[in-house]
């Protein structure tokens, strides 16, 4: 046998360097390879460059703030020290909606390697979220060399877009057909609540279910006759190729007022008027109202400061399209598409606000009109593969939107697994919405559970959450045979309250310790078994 020569070990890292022993025998290795001191042949100097440069930016990747209840200010504490396109993201104010046509990682990064110049696209974050990216923006011109993964895209050319297909981003919208509207509600229901149905056959656009429609809406004309009203302008007057009229009704957002209105304000007004604006431009509250100052509002509080038109107009942001949950399956429907849509309506002072979008499909857009859409793909949200999964799904109130399209789906694709619906609203007497036919899906066999809960009903209110108490034994024996389970609702309240619920029913039934129960939650979310579509 011929007996083999260990190489002699070649010491570059000294013992008494500042690295554990595993790291300085890895660090040896790899320079006595890379300067060729083994008889190997050495790295070019290329190369070598390539193989010492920090390789991304040290981010963990996990995304604590990332939580649509969390208010701007907790998300940025979470998010310190955090690389900077990470703290864009803290920034974004909801779960991934897709309104800016991006998931929120992407959204952050595509900013931070200025691919993307717009700030203001995080529709749900408004101005509080456009106010930090724009703070956060201006460190990239003060940071050193790149040296994160962000930095070496910024100085890198940047991809050719490709332009996305027709009605798949709100970029490329594609034209559907308005067919019809139908109350939802009954008798002295508090909601406006309205089942619309699209034409989507011309576009030949289609969809899965758990995707969202983007809305292209309208602005009120009587709110934008009396802004012009105002200004003391013309409605004719002339805009960016438009009249005055149809560019403040097609083109740009009238709520909330922006930071450059309160700056164009600020150019022709002077004294203590100038100072207001110039506080409200960035972000103070001199007079405590700063949060209900609509467009409209900020001229009555700056009343005979009239910009011009041209001027005026360019202040504003764009007007943003609106992200809706479908409640319909193309499997079920093809070439039809629907919504479940709550008509937005308050008032601030003795002036009634409408929201856009809502109202514009509740009351002013026409059978038979068309109107630009796109369909949002989801991140996350849908379905599971396995048809005989079965599925538990929690939607209050028009939450209930995609779970209507979830159950269609099942039923058009004959898939075999068991189905239990949670739906909670007001009132059972005119708040149930979609009720025959829920009910015959009860009876069909394909809504195996139904489960309500009506909060105004009794003399304590009651909600989805306490339902689910009640009958916990149930859902988690449906959780333990590997059911999913599906939030859709308001963020802030519902979706926590719902998980407070789900954490405590884990811990009693599926005997747990509450950490444990915790656990088990957020292993359900990183297994998909446990996904929510919030706002």
């Known amino acids: 046998m011929t007996q083999m020569t260990a190489p002699p070990k070649i010491e570059i890292i000294p013992a008494n360097a500042p690295f554990s022993e595993g790291q300085r025998l890895w660090l040896n290795g790899f320079l006595v390879g890379m300067l060729g001191l083994d008889g190997s042949t050495p790295l070019l100097p290329a190369e070598n460059g390539a193989m010492l440069a920090p390789q991304g930016d040290g981010d963990d990747g996990e995304a604590p703030w990332h939580d649509p209840a969390m208010a701007i200010a907790d998300r940025m504490k979470l998010a310190e020290g955090r690389p900077l396109r990470r703290r864009m993201m803290a920034a974004m104010a909801q779960q991934d909606c897709g309104q800016c046509g991006y998931n929120c990682a992407d959204y952050s990064d595509s900013i931070a390697n200025r691919s993307e110049p717009r700030l203001n696209l995080c529709a749900p974050g408004g101005k509080e979220t456009a106010r930090m990216l724009k703070q956060l923006f201006e460190e990239l011109d003060k940071a050193p060399a790149a040296k994160s993964a962000a930095g070496t895209a910024a100085s890198a050319p940047a991809a050719p877009e490709v332009e996305a297909e027709l009605g798949r981003a709100r970029e490329n919208p594609a034209v559907a057909t308005f067919l019809s509207r139908r109350l939802l509600n009954k008798g002295a229901s508090e909601k406006e609540t309205y089942h619309i149905e699209f034409d989507l056959s011309a576009s030949k656009l289609d969809y899965v279910v758990g995707d969202s429609f983007g809305v292209f809406a309208r602005n009120d004309v009587g709110l934008v006759d009396q802004i012009i009203a105002l200004l003391g302008a013309s409605h004719t007057t002339e805009v960016n190729g438009k009249t005055l009229r149809e560019a403040l009704i097609e083109d740009v957002s009238l709520s909330p007022a922006p930071d450059k209105l309160f700056e164009l304000i600020s150019f022709i007004t002077g004294g203590a008027q100038r100072e207001k604006a110039r506080a409200l431009a960035q972000g103070e509250d001199p007079d405590g109202d700063a949060a209900t100052l609509d467009v409209m509002a900020a001229l009555q509080k700056f009343s005979g400061t009239r910009p011009h038109p041209e001027a005026f107009v ?95 789906d099942r039923k058009a694709t004959g898939a075999p697994g068991k189905n239990w619906l949670f739906f909670g609203h007001q009132r059972s007497d005119c708040d149930f919405f979609y009720q025959d036919e829920l009910n015959a899906m009860k009876t069909s066999g ?77 292993e359900l979310k990183k297994k998909g078994r446990f996904q929510a579509d919030v706002y």
């Open 314 to 408: 360019e202040a504003l942001e764009p007007l943003q399209p609106r992200l809706y949950s479908i409640s319909s399956s193309h499997n079920a429907t093809p070439g039809k598409l629907s919504l479940t849509v709550d008509s937005v309506r308050y008032v601030i002072g003795k002036r009634k606000r409408l929201g856009v979008a809502s109202t514009f499909l509740g009351e002013r857009i026409n059978e038979g009109e068309k109107l630009k859409v796109y369909v949002q793909k989801a991140h996350g949200f849908g379905l599971p593969q396995d048809p005989k999964t079965p599925v538990i799904m929690i939607g209050p109130g028009t939450g209930i939107a995609p779970f209507r399209a979830f159950l269609l």
């Open 446 to 522: 394909l809504l195996t559970r139904l489960s309500l809960a009506w909060s105004r009903d009794g003399e304590k209110k009651f909600y989805v959450q306490d339902r689910m108490r009640e009958i916990g034994r149930e859902l988690w024996t449906w959780l333990a045979e590997g059911a999913h389970l599906y939030i859709c609702g308001d963020a802030k309240r519902m979706a926590k309250d719902v998980e407070r619920a789900l954490v405590d029913i884990v811990a009693q039934f599926g005997a747990r310790s509450t950490d444990e129960a915790v656990s088990f939650v957020a």
